[in-house]
């Protein structure tokens, strides 16, 4: 009876911390306190914040043409990114960065998929049954996440909109939490159904 009691209060502990992290605060949009449109040069890039600023906070996501982008800086070099993992739709901006056969790699905070910064490869740990003594060895699942090119000028930090004409699995999610994520999708269906 009393692993019953506490098998029953950790399940609701676990529902308690995910209302926590659904609902709870966002990641910082560096434009979120201005109403007008992001700051677009000629040419189509869009700025996401001055150099300096996300150096200094390593991570941070933006919108671009309506979809959440995740900008790294990591050993030197800035990476952009669908913000949300293909497998699932985990937040990458909140996944640990990790360097696996010489590629930087986030890894998702939901189910520990890892994503190459440098070009949004999916890896996975596979063995060779066919060898004599298998050892793992990392493997592609090939391109699954978007990345977005990256543009410094005059110490500000541009991202270029997504060419849409190729798609990856990580549209799906970026799609799907363009309008803030299942409650404003459900939101927008139900006041489209009333009218």
């Not at 200094?56 to 671009?64: E, I, L, N, P």
């Not at 905070?109 to 060779?128: F, R």
Request: glycine fraction near 8%.
């Amino acid at each position: 009876m009393l692993d019953l009691v506490i098998l029953s209060l950790h399940f609701f502990i676990c529902f308690l911390i995910s209302l926590a992290i659904w609902y709870g605060p966002k990641d910082v949009d560096l434009r979120s306190s201005s109403t007008e449109p992001a700051e677009m040069k000629p040419d189509g890039l869009i700025l996401i914040g001055k150099e300096d600023d996300i150096k200094r906070s390593q991570r941070v996501t933006a919108k671009v043409n309506g979809r959440e982008v995740v900008v790294f800086y990591h050993e030197g070099k800035f990476h952009a990114l669908d913000s949300r993992c293909y497998h699932e739709g985990g937040p990458l901006r909140l996944g640990e960065i990790e360097d696996i056969n010489g590629q930087a790699c986030i890894v998702c905070p939901w189910h520990k998929y890892k994503i190459t910064l440098e070009t949004g490869e999916g890896l996975y740990e596979a063995i060779n049954p066919l060898e004599p003594s298998p050892t793992p060895q990392w493997q592609s699942k090939g391109v699954k996440q978007r990345i977005h090119k990256v543009t410094i000028d005059n110490g500000n930090v541009y991202v270029s909109p997504p060419d849409l004409s190729v798609s990856f699995d990580s549209d799906y999610f970026a799609d799907k939490y363009k309008n803030g994520g299942d409650l404003a999708m459900e939101k927008q269906s139900n006041s489209q159904a009333a009218e």
